[in-house]
């Protein structure tokens, strides 16, 4: 059954560093999106993308972000400065239609800031 | 603005016994609601969806769903609760505004189940 995946598992980085934080969505997807669950909150999204531009993204999601399908098959988030508070497990889902069907999500990233 | 209320934060049952699961939700027109599960480190997987067909949604591994509009309800229940049960559930509703699609979540039920 074709599935998420998402590398690395978990990323530990020093504040101030860039990170970035790479998905492999369903092959036949077309719309992907990056969400994230701080420590005991909830799952928020970040961004969702199309037609390889961003088509909405959140209040979350400023000038440190940026995300990127460089090739036929990785989505990836990059975070240019991390910051302590960007610790977090990030998901990436994807989605064959932008409307009811559902978005298939990888098992996430646990991104550490010290 | 759409948005979802998970009424526990905590349940707990024994084996055998059933479950529910409460959600309430809030749309300005008709919403598409899903269940994901949670296992403790693993990824979200979708329980069961409700996309305006029928309001009794089947899942998964014996869940099931209503969706009751008087209530703006999306009650999560299963009739015996299994060991392997236990995890985080999320009620999600999906937001269109905007053209696109995303997931907004509840704030999660962690279910244990007890032998």
């Known amino acids: 059954e074709p599935e998420v995946t998402q590398t690395p598992s978990h990323q530990v980085t020093q504040m101030g560093q860039e990170v970035i934080l790479r998905c492999v969505p369903i092959?036949?997807?077309?719309?992907f999106y990056w969400y994230r669950q701080i420590l005991g909150q909830k799952v928020e999204f970040l961004v969702s993308?199309?037609?390889?531009?961003?088509?909405?993204k959140s209040e979350i999601f400023d000038d440190q972000f940026s995300v990127e399908r460089p090739d036929g098959s990785n989505f990836t988030l990059k975070i240019r400065s991390t910051k302590l508070e960007d610790s977090a497990m990030y998901f990436c889902?994807?989605?064959?239609?932008?409307?009811?069907?559902?978005?298939?999500f990888g098992p996430g990233t646990r991104l550490t800031v010290l | 603005a759409q948005s979802v209320t998970q009424l526990d934060s905590h349940v707990s049952v024994s084996e055998g016994t059933p479950v529910l699961l409460r959600c309430n939700y809030s749309?300005?027109?008709?919403?598409?609601l899903f269940w994901y599960v949670q296992h403790p480190n693993k990824g979200l997987q979708l329980l069961l969806k409700?996309?305006?067909?029928?309001?009794l949604v089947k899942g998964i591994n014996g869940f099931e769903a209503e969706f009751k509009k008087s209530e703006t309800s999306f009650h999560l229940t299963k009739p015996s609760a299994h060991m392997s049960d236990a995890a985080e559930y999320f009620c999600?509703?999906?937001?269109?505004?905007?053209?696109?699609?995303?997931?907004?979540f509840g704030a999660g039920t962690r279910l244990a189940v007890h032998p």
């Open positions: 999600v509703v999906s937001d269109y505004s905007g053209g696109y699609n995303k997931l907004i």
């Open positions: 409700y996309t305006s067909a029928a309001t």
């Open positions: 092959s036949n997807h077309l719309y």
């Open positions: 993308f199309y037609n390889n531009e961003i088509s909405e």
């Open positions: 749309s300005s027109y008709s919403p598409s």
């Open positions: 889902a994807s989605s064959d239609a932008g409307t009811h069907n559902e978005q298939f």
